[in-house]
């Protein structure tokens, strides 16, 4: 037979099988041709050695995209970019990057794992128009993407296969996201069909570990003990402790607490919750808003020590202060500004603690709570103790090796010849790296290293006369109030003196007179009276 007739005979048998099947479609009863297919599917798997599993884009509640869709199109984007022949390309919510996926249509073979083949493929059905929809547009494409594998492999893949292209994917959303920095809002708001307590902008602080103004011994131990943190899920777990771990930042104003938050974010990729404790209504919606708190993610609050009336000690410590405050003006007004807070805010200090490290702390995992303060001596050990914030991190006024940190972020130098001078200067006076950074700033375009740290310099000379002319104004008020106290104290004894001569005095006239009664009787208009 020639090749000629052999494609006219195919031709003619596929014509007779389509025929058979249009006719079959348009008389065969829709109950009938369900049964048909049922049982042709059942002998074809008979034969056909491979297994498909579907993966829809929407799931049974409608609004909410499928989060397994999700991770898969992130898995995907690493490995069809180099397989697949076909791309497209979208902006994914909250991502910072554009995303690449399979173009509909498009197959790709992944044989990652375990030695086992899986081919992938990315489909879509494109429903009958429509009045309404629950997706939201009636017209809209149904995408979904396909698993196929043989059985042999079935084991491995319902096992293994899938929970590695979940974790993946959600590693690689985690990698990609855009960050966000959140702060509570008074009540629930509104983020797309979700109440949420918190709203947001981007996370865009540019502060890492290489620009923070500290001794490099003292960076490494933090950040080895940030990233040892992040990898200790399992670890956490077989201790029976929650995936938590607290810091406390305290030190001057100045010194770089606020930057070394944002240094540990970016160092971590972890989202940042400032939590504002004055507009939380109260214990119950302290815990909503931690409800609504995302893993991976450091939990901020500045300034404990000025949040509500959370950081006394006690109830004893509160009655003694409030004895010298009522004569400060400014305690006073301060005092006062903090009643107001507490009229608002009915977050109580076992609320906090229970925030913290009670119940509700297991929640999510993954996060670092981290408090800043000025003044460490005025929390109540209870909120600072080993388990609530397990790393204590003092940071202190400018040391030497911090400021070549500073000249090498803002100057562009790692020596000079007056880094001698600076050195002495820096070791004998206290200095924030605020105000180092303010006078290593070029304030105008002929400002070169020389001029900066000659100003610096004088900055530095200037702090110390200032510091000499408060010391001595303080001794002054020092020795005046002693003196004051001294003179005081004379007056106060001097008046008891008085006072206890007058009263002797009192004392013998009244001793005179009834001795005079019983010696001569009492005198009635000037005649005697006798027993």
């Not at 992130?74 to 397989?83: H, K, P, Q, V, W």
């Not at 879509?124 to 017209?139: A, E, H, I, R």
């Not at 919750?273 to 708190?293: F, G, H, P, Q, S």
């Not at 204590?392 to 790692?414: G, M, S």
Request: aromatic share 10%; proline share 2%; with cysteine.
């Amino acid at each position: 037979m020639g090749g000629g007739e052999m494609w006219t005979q195919l031709g003619s048998s596929l014509a007779g099988l389509m025929f058979v099947w249009a006719m079959f479609k348009q008389y065969f009863p829709f109950e009938m041709e369900q049964h048909v297919q049922k049982y042709t599917k059942k002998l074809a798997s008979l034969f056909y050695p491979y297994i498909q599993v579907t993966f829809h884009e929407y799931n049974g509640e409608h609004f909410q995209r499928s989060k397994a869709y999700a991770a898969i199109q992130r898995y995907l984007s690493a490995e069809s970019t180099d397989r697949a022949k076909r791309l497209k390309a979208d902006m994914v919510r909250d991502s910072k990057s554009l995303v690449l996926s399979m173009d509909d249509y498009e197959e790709v073979t992944d044989e990652s794992f375990m030695g086992i083949k899986v081919w992938w493929a990315s489909n879509k059905n494109t429903p009958k128009p429509q009045m309404f929809s629950l997706y939201g547009d009636g017209n809209d494409d149904k995408r979904y993407y396909t698993l196929k594998f043989h059985r042999r492999d079935k084991e491995i893949v319902y096992g293994r296969y899938l929970s590695h292209v979940m974790d993946e994917g959600k590693a690689i959303e985690v990698k990609t996201r855009q960050r966000k920095l959140h702060t509570n809002n008074r009540g629930e708001q509104w983020d797309g069909f979700r109440r949420t307590m918190w709203s947001h902008v981007v996370f865009e602080h540019p502060a890492t570990f290489d620009t923070l103004a500290m001794e490099e011994n003292k960076k490494k131990q933090i950040m080895n003990d940030l990233i040892t943190f992040t990898k200790s899920k399992d670890y956490y777990k077989k201790i029976g402790k929650a995936w938590k771990r607290g810091y406390l930042l305290f030190g001057p104003p100045g010194t770089g607490k606020s930057t070394m938050i944002a240094a540990m974010a970016n160092l971590l990729e972890y989202d940042v919750y400032d939590l504002e404790l004055t507009a939380v209504k109260d214990n119950t919606e302290l815990r909503k808003l931690l409800i609504d708190i995302s893993s991976k993610s450091i939990i901020v609050i500045e300034d404990i020590d000025c949040s509500l009336d959370l950081t006394g000690q006690r109830k004893k410590k509160k009655e003694k202060d409030e004895e010298g405050d009522g004569k400060d003006p400014v305690s006073k007004k301060k005092k006062e500004d903090q009643e107001k807070s507490n009229e608002s805010s009915k977050v109580t200090l076992s609320g906090l603690l229970n925030f913290i490290d009670g119940l509700w702390s297991a929640c999510g995992g993954e996060r670092i709570i981290v408090f800043t303060t000025n003044y460490v001596e005025k929390l109540d050990p209870a909120l600072i103790r080993r388990g609530r914030m397990d790393k204590h991190i003092e940071l202190t006024y400018c040391c030497f090796e911090a400021f070549k940190v500073l000249a090498r972020n803002y100057l562009d130098i790692e020596s000079h010849d007056l880094f001698e001078t600076i050195k002495k200067l820096l070791e004998e006076n206290e200095i924030t790296p605020a105000d180092v950074a303010e006078n290593l700033m070029p304030k105008s375009p002929e400002d070169d290293a020389d001029a900066c740290l000659a100003n610096l310099i004088d900055a530095i000379e200037k702090a110390k006369e200032e510091a000499k002319a408060k010391a001595e104004a303080e001794e002054k008020e020092r020795v005046k109030d002693e003196e004051e106290k001294r003179l005081k104290a004379e007056k106060e004894e001097k008046e008891k003196e008085e006072t206890e001569q007058k009263s002797g005095e009192g004392v013998k006239e009244e001793k005179t007179k009834v001795e005079e009664v019983r010696e001569n009787g009492v005198r009635e208009n000037g005649v005697k009276v006798t027993n």
